[in-house]
């Protein structure tokens, strides 16, 4: 008996210890730093449950202050953006108006200002000439007052406004080119009608005169009527090529320089017959010019100005720097034109 017991018992002591090892065993088989870990992460919010209560109740505090200052921040960010941006369009459209503006355009503004100038300076002083020294204007009936209109209407037609039509395309570079095309042509009609008035008259002032006085005998006249046939010819293929719808395309190109050398040949005949017009008037006039009279003197001052005008008005037109940039309706307009 006693022996069964103690074989009972210690099978009952290995049944007991087998199991219990067991489970050791495999915890140690299995790797402890993850229990670890776990215990370690489970225990901190226990362990650090107070500071971590303190700590998000600190935070929940500060969230308002935080969230209030962050609203502030982006109003006034808000109200100033605008202003800034205002102040940066205004910065920039100066800067385009002057620093970032183009010198030769500068230059050329400058100049024609000073072009503007001088043909007005030089018209003033011709009816002052005519006005003092010459009796002033008249009719047919006096032919020696009716010549008075030539110089004056040659003045403001055939070189003022014949100068300044050259220049209206670069003068306006702003405008459309059909409406400058337009502007071009009429201020051309309006040179050319002036130009008849003036040979009219000092045709009558020859042939009305008491004894009649020979026509185009000198060099004066012979010039002077050659640069008015230039202007005639130029006038009618100007706007047979360049207003009248339906000619081609590539007889424009090919006219084109021919247009602009004989339009500037012509302005320079003009002022070249101009010059010359007013010396033979004060030779024929003054019997005293060698001693430079007051008529003498001014006549030369209106000569000096038909020259730099004239000299202006072919410096602007010639320069490549002061040349007009076609506008986007230009090359618009220009491509629907080819199109048809």
């Known amino acids: 008996m006693s022996k069964d017991l103690d074989i009972e018992q210690a099978a009952q002591t290995t049944a007991t210890s087998t199991p219990t090892a067991a489970p050791t065993t495999t915890s140690i088989e299995v790797k402890a730093e993850p229990v670890a870990v776990v215990e370690l992460a489970a225990a901190a919010p226990a362990a650090n449950g107070e500071n971590n209560g303190k700590a998000d109740q600190q935070q929940q505090q500060q969230q308002p202050q935080a969230v209030t200052a962050a609203v502030t921040t982006t109003t006034i960010t808000e109200q100033v953006q605008p202003t800034v941006a205002a102040a940066d369009a205004v910065a920039s459209k100066g800067g385009n108006n002057k620093s970032t503006m183009d010198p030769a355009l500068i230059n050329f503004k400058v100049l024609y200002v000073l072009t503007q100038l001088c043909g007005l300076t030089m018209i003033v002083l011709v009816g002052t000439w005519i006005g003092q020294h010459y009796g002033g204007l008249g009719g047919s009936s006096n032919p020696k007052l009716e010549f008075n209109w030539h110089p004056l209407f040659m003045t403001i037609g055939f070189i003022y406004l014949y100068g300044n039509s050259i220049l209206v395309y670069r003068g306006f570079r702003t405008t459309r080119k059909k409406t400058l095309k337009l502007t071009h042509a009429g201020i051309h009609m309006a040179a050319f009608i002036l130009t008849v008035i003036a040979l009219k008259t000092v045709f009558d002032s020859h042939n009305l005169a008491d004894p009649p006085i020979p026509n185009m005998y000198s060099l004066h006249s012979w010039l002077g009527l050659s640069a008015v046939i230039i202007f005639g010819l130029q006038y009618v293929a100007g706007f047979t090529a360049f207003l009248v719808p339906g000619m081609r395309e590539n007889y424009k190109i090919a006219l084109m320089p021919l247009h602009i050398y004989f339009g500037l040949f012509g302005f320079v005949l003009a ?27 001014l006549a030369n001052i209106i000569g000096v100005l038909y020259v730099i005008f004239g000299a202006l008005v072919v410096y602007l037109a010639t320069e490549p720097s002061y040349k007009r940039k076609p506008l986007p309706e230009d090359t618009a307009l220009l491509a629907s034109n080819g199109a048809e």
């Open 271 to 297: 002022i070249a017959s101009a010059v010359m017009g007013l010396t033979e008037k004060a030779i024929f006039s003054l019997s005293n010019y060698s001693t430079l009279p007051a008529a003498g003197v």
